[in-house]
């Protein structure tokens, strides 16, 4: 911009000494009314340029107001801080003439700088450790000398936004009771099977089964069910008794997910009564005897997930109350005596219908 003195140096022909001409009369010496009204007008277009302030609420991009010096740290760069101060401060622009200089030399500390306002200054002894942690720290920390609002914010957020908080919270508690609930009862489900026993009762009998199934976190599985032989024929005396077993039975599996598969060991107990009836005696009677065992084995689950599964068992069933048998002559004495085996073996083959957590 041309000065006042050049001004009139270009209208008069020599600089002007003792200060701006205050009427336009004391520009008659050096030139015509018409120089004198143009040198008068520069004069006030001049001052008024020179001498307007920045408006008040004129505002400038962050970016423009910030400076890192020296350009030597790859994390504390302007534009990682400007990102995370827009972030703090909820706009990216600060009132015209403010600028912070931020000094990376030991100590860290910056500068802010407002028109009419003495320059203000913060050290950093200490910064955290990590990238993230130093540009969130410096960032928060240049937000609130820009805006020191913020710092109430921050200590008192509002209402709106700690009601929000405080939903999520319960929703996020309800959602993991939800999840703590479907882990805890992650399976219901129904098996019907079929099997085949070896000494259950005298020689081999097959069975069929149906039983309900509670998986319990995923590791631990419960089956409540029933158990039904076939008729057996064993031989006593002069004749034969024909004998079936009904049982009830508990199990506990603790099991261990292999892919698709899953391989539990189990133990359980089980109780019931095995009917009988004579044949080709003289007289040939009805009996029911309690019965109660204990057993335990193994059981492949394939697949162990899913709406349908099928799965495979083999246990050894050892009687803790073994009924027995005798053959009577007319007078009442035993000839002849038989008891069920000490042990027997058992296997199956089940078809698993699941729902709940563990179906797709």
């Not at 700690?162 to 929703?171: I, K, V």
């Amino acid at each position: 911009m041309v000065t006042q003195p050049s001004i009139l140096h270009e209208i008069c022909g020599s600089p002007f000494r003792g200060g701006f001409p205050r009427t336009p009369q004391a520009l008659l010496g050096c030139g015509s009314l018409a120089s004198v009204r143009t040198a008068w007008l520069a004069l006030l277009v001049g001052a008024v340029a020179t001498s307007t302030p920045a408006r008040a609420d004129e505002q400038v991009p962050l970016a423009d107001a910030l400076r890192v010096v020296p350009h030597t740290d790859e994390c504390i760069t302007a534009e990682a801080l400007v990102a995370r101060m827009e972030r703090h401060l909820g706009r990216s622009t600060v009132a015209a003439g403010t600028a912070v200089e931020l000094r990376l030399e030991a100590p860290v500390s910056f500068v802010l700088r407002r028109p009419d306002e003495a320059p203000a200054t913060r050290r950093f002894e200490v910064l955290p450790e990590g990238c993230d942690a130093r540009l969130d720290a410096l960032s928060l920390a240049i937000a609130i000398a820009i805006d020191p609002a913020l710092l109430a914010q921050l200590a008192d957020p509002p209402e709106s936004e700690s009601a929000s908080e405080s939903a999520s919270e319960s929703d996020s508690e309800s959602e993991s009771d939800s999840e703590s609930g479907a882990r805890v009862l992650s399976t219901v489900g129904l098996a019907a099977g079929v099997g085949a026993g070896w000494h259950l009762l005298p020689g081999g009998t097959a069975d069929a089964t149906l039983t309900v199934e509670l998986l319990l976190v995923d590791r631990v599985l419960l089956r409540l069910g029933g158990l039904v032989t076939s008729s057996r024929e064993q031989a006593l005396a002069h004749g034969a008794f024909v004998a079936r077993l009904f049982a009830g039975r508990l199990d506990a599996c603790l099991r261990w997910p292999l892919g698709i598969t899953a391989l539990a060991g189990c133990v359980g107990i089980a109780a019931g009564a095995v009917r009988a009836e004579g044949r080709d005696f003289e007289t040939n009677l009805r009996t029911t005897r309690p019965w109660a065992a204990a057993n335990g084995g193994l059981r492949l689950e394939i697949p162990s997930r899913g709406l349908l599964g099928a799965a495979l068992s083999a246990e050894a069933v050892v009687p803790i109350r073994r009924p027995a048998f005798h053959a009577m002559d007319p007078g009442g004495s035993v000839v002849e005596s038989r008891s069920l085996p000490p042990i027997g073996l058992r296997v199956g083959l089940e078809v698993v219908l699941r729902f709940g957590g563990g179906s797709p």
